[in-house]
C-alpha cells in the first residue's frame, strides 16, 4: 500500500482535507462568528431568521453542529478539522449553501479554520478571556482578527466596544465594513424575543444581513417576533410569585456586566431585588473573579455565591477570590453547592425580584478534579420551582 510522507503536512492539513473532500465549500455562503460574548446566541439567532427565510443551514457550533435545527452534541466550539471536514462534506452532500461556524479564539489560533473563505464574518465584541491560553491580550486580540482577514465580503463590527475600533488597524481584509450599535432600524418598542431579554446587539447585526437579503423591513420584524432564546443563555423564565429568573451563560466580567445591566433596567421598573447566583471556574483567568465580584456588589442587593467548575483548584479559594471584590458583605451567602444555592435564591425570592444565575447556562455538569457531578442550571430551577 502506497504510504504519502510529507513533512510540511502538520501546517497543511486543511488544504489537504480540502483537497480530499473536493472543496465541500466551493458555492457555498460561509459566515464565521467569533468574539468574547455573545458569540454563540449571534449565530444560533442567525441560524433561525435564515431558516424561517427558507434557506437550508449548516451549523459548526458549541451548542450542536448539523443542519438547523438538527444539531448533534459537541464537546468543541470550533471542532478539530477531521470533525470539521466529515461536517462540511455532510453540508455539501444535503445541498446547504449557508454555513455558519462559531470561531473560537483557540480553534482560530490553531489553524483549525486555516484556507477557509469566509463571505461574512461578526465580530460580537473584544473583552478580556482566555489569557491563560493566549499568554497576552494582544495576542488574544490578533486570534479574533484572524477571522475578519479571511473574510472576502462584508464584515461586521460592534461599534460600541472599545477594543475593537482600537484594533481595526490590524484588519488587512478589503471586505466592506458594516458598523452596529444597540440601536435597530425598526419599531421594536417592547420587542421581546421568546423566553428572554432582546440582546439588540445580536439584532442589530441579522437586521443588517437581511437588508443585504433584500428582506423588507415588515418581513424582518416579522422573523423578529418569532425568535427564540438559545437554551441557557439568556432565558427569562417568569413565575407568578416567586419573581423572574434569568439563566445565562455569563462567566466574564464583560459579559457578566452587560446582563445585569439589562436586568436592572427591569428591575427598576418593577421595584424588585436582584439576587444573583454565580461562581467563576477554576484554572484559568483568576484575574477576572474579583472584577465579577464587583459588578455583582455593584448591581446586586443579594449574592450568592457557589461552584461554577472548580476544576483542579479548591472550591473555596476560587469563591474567595470572588469575595474579595465584594464590597458590601451584609447581603452575601456562601453555598458551595451550586443546587441549594438555587433553592436558596428561589426561598428569598419575591413577585417583582429578578434572580440571575449565571455561567453555566445549559452544560449538564460541574467538574471537581477527576469528579464530574451531574448538575443543570435549567433542570434544577424548574425542580425547586414546583
Same mark, same amino acid.
Given at each position: 500500500?502506497?504510504?504519502?510522507?510529507?513533512?510540511?503536512? %502538520? &501546517?497543511?492539513?486543511?488544504? *489537504? $482535507? #480540502?483537497?480530499?473532500?473536493?472543496?465541500?465549500?466551493? !458555492?457555498?455562503?460561509? +459566515?464565521?462568528?467569533?468574539?468574547?460574548?455573545?458569540?454563540?446566541?449571534?449565530?444560533?439567532?442567525?441560524?433561525?431568521?435564515?431558516?424561517?427565510?427558507?434557506?437550508?443551514?449548516?451549523?459548526?457550533?458549541?451548542?450542536?453542529?448539523?443542519?438547523?435545527?438538527?444539531?448533534?452534541?459537541?464537546?468543541?466550539?470550533?471542532?478539530?478539522?477531521?470533525?470539521?471536514?466529515?461536517?462540511?462534506?455532510?453540508?455539501?452532500?444535503?445541498?446547504?449553501?449557508?454555513?455558519?461556524?462559531?470561531?473560537?479564539?483557540?480553534?482560530?489560533?490553531?489553524?483549525?479554520?486555516?484556507?477557509?473563505?469566509?463571505?461574512?464574518?461578526?465580530?460580537?465584541?473584544?473583552?478580556?478571556?482566555?489569557?491563560?491560553?493566549?499568554?497576552?491580550?494582544?495576542?488574544?486580540?490578533?486570534?479574533?482578527?484572524?477571522?475578519?482577514? %479571511? &473574510?472576502?465580503?462584508?464584515? *461586521? $463590527? #460592534?461599534?460600541?466596544?472599545?477594543?475593537?475600533?482600537? !484594533?481595526?488597524?490590524? +484588519?488587512?481584509?478589503?471586505?466592506?465594513?458594516?458598523?452596529?450599535?444597540?440601536?435597530?432600524?425598526?419599531?421594536?418598542?417592547?420587542?421581546?424575543?421568546?423566553?428572554?431579554?432582546?440582546?439588540?446587539?445580536?439584532?442589530?447585526?441579522?437586521?443588517?444581513?437581511?437588508?443585504?437579503?433584500?428582506?423588507?423591513?415588515?418581513?424582518?420584524?416579522?422573523?423578529?417576533?418569532?425568535?427564540?432564546?438559545?437554551?441557557?443563555?439568556?432565558?427569562?423564565?417568569?413565575?407568578?410569585?416567586?419573581?423572574?429568573?434569568?439563566?445565562?451563560?455569563?462567566?466574564?466580567?464583560?459579559?457578566?456586566?452587560?446582563?445585569?445591566?439589562?436586568?436592572?433596567?427591569?428591575?427598576?421598573?418593577?421595584?424588585?431585588?436582584?439576587?444573583?447566583?454565580?461562581?467563576?471556574?477554576?484554572?484559568?483567568?483568576?484575574?477576572?473573579?474579583?472584577?465579577?465580584?464587583?459588578?455583582?456588589?455593584?448591581?446586586?442587593?443579594?449574592?450568592?455565591?457557589?461552584?461554577?467548575?472548580?476544576?483542579?483548584?479548591?472550591?473555596?479559594?476560587?469563591?474567595?477570590?470572588?469575595?474579595?471584590?465584594?464590597?458590601?458583605?451584609?447581603?452575601?451567602?456562601?453555598?458551595?453547592?451550586?443546587?441549594?444555592?438555587?433553592?436558596?435564591?428561589?426561598?428569598?425570592?419575591?413577585?417583582?425580584?429578578?434572580?440571575?444565575?449565571?455561567?453555566?447556562?445549559?452544560?449538564?455538569?460541574?467538574?471537581?478534579?477527576?469528579?464530574?457531578?451531574?448538575?443543570?442550571?435549567?433542570?434544577?430551577?424548574?425542580?425547586?420551582?414546583?
Amino acid at each position: 500500500m502506497p504510504i504519502l510522507y510529507n513533512k510540511y503536512l %502538520a &501546517t497543511n492539513h486543511n488544504k *489537504f $482535507l #480540502n483537497y480530499i473532500y473536493n472543496h465541500p465549500l466551493k !458555492n457555498t455562503q460561509v +459566515i464565521g462568528i467569533t468574539g468574547t460574548d455573545g458569540k454563540t446566541s449571534q449565530l444560533h439567532l442567525l441560524a433561525q431568521s435564515l431558516h424561517l427565510c427558507k434557506k437550508k443551514i449548516g451549523v459548526i457550533s458549541s451548542e450542536g453542529n448539523g443542519i438547523y435545527p438538527r444539531l448533534n452534541k459537541t464537546n468543541y466550539t470550533t471542532p478539530r478539522i477531521d470533525i470539521l471536514f466529515k461536517y462540511l462534506q455532510k453540508f455539501k452532500e444535503e445541498k446547504v449553501k449557508t454555513v455558519l461556524i462559531e470561531c473560537s479564539s483557540q480553534g482560530l489560533d490553531q489553524g483549525r479554520l486555516d484556507d477557509i473563505i469566509f463571505n461574512m464574518s461578526i465580530l460580537t465584541n473584544i473583552n478580556r478571556d482566555h489569557i491563560d491560553y493566549h499568554q497576552s491580550f494582544k495576542n488574544y486580540v490578533q486570534a479574533k482578527i484572524k477571522l475578519l482577514n %479571511a &473574510t472576502k465580503g462584508h464584515i *461586521f $463590527l #460592534n461599534k460600541d466596544c472599545p477594543y475593537t475600533m482600537n !484594533n481595526l488597524k490590524l +484588519i488587512s481584509s478589503k471586505s466592506v465594513k458594516h458598523f452596529y450599535s444597540s440601536d435597530l432600524d425598526l419599531n421594536h418598542k417592547n420587542l421581546i424575543l421568546k423566553n428572554t431579554i432582546s440582546n439588540y446587539y445580536n439584532l442589530a447585526v441579522i437586521l443588517q444581513i437581511l437588508k443585504l437579503e433584500k428582506l423588507s423591513k415588515t418581513k424582518i420584524l416579522d422573523i423578529f417576533t418569532k425568535l427564540k432564546a438559545v437554551k441557557g443563555r439568556n432565558n427569562f423564565i417568569k413565575t407568578k410569585y416567586k419573581g423572574t429568573y434569568v439563566v445565562d451563560y455569563a462567566h466574564t466580567p464583560s459579559s457578566l456586566l452587560v446582563l445585569l445591566k439589562s436586568i436592572l433596567s427591569h428591575s427598576t421598573y418593577t421595584g424588585g431585588k436582584i439576587i444573583i447566583v454565580f461562581g467563576c471556574g477554576g484554572d484559568r483567568d483568576v484575574w477576572k473573579r474579583k472584577k465579577m465580584g464587583k459588578i455583582a456588589s455593584t448591581f446586586s442587593d443579594h449574592i450568592i455565591l457557589t461552584d461554577d467548575n472548580p476544576r483542579n483548584e479548591r472550591p473555596m479559594k476560587i469563591i474567595n477570590d470572588i469575595k474579595a471584590g465584594i464590597k458590601i458583605k451584609h447581603n452575601l451567602s456562601i453555598i458551595p453547592s451550586r443546587q441549594k444555592a438555587i433553592y436558596k435564591a428561589i426561598s428569598l425570592a419575591h413577585k417583582d425580584d429578578f434572580i440571575v444565575i449565571a455561567g453555566k447556562g445549559n452544560e449538564n455538569d460541574i467538574l471537581y478534579k477527576k469528579h464530574i457531578i451531574k448538575h443543570n442550571d435549567l433542570k434544577t430551577l424548574k425542580i425547586g420551582l414546583k
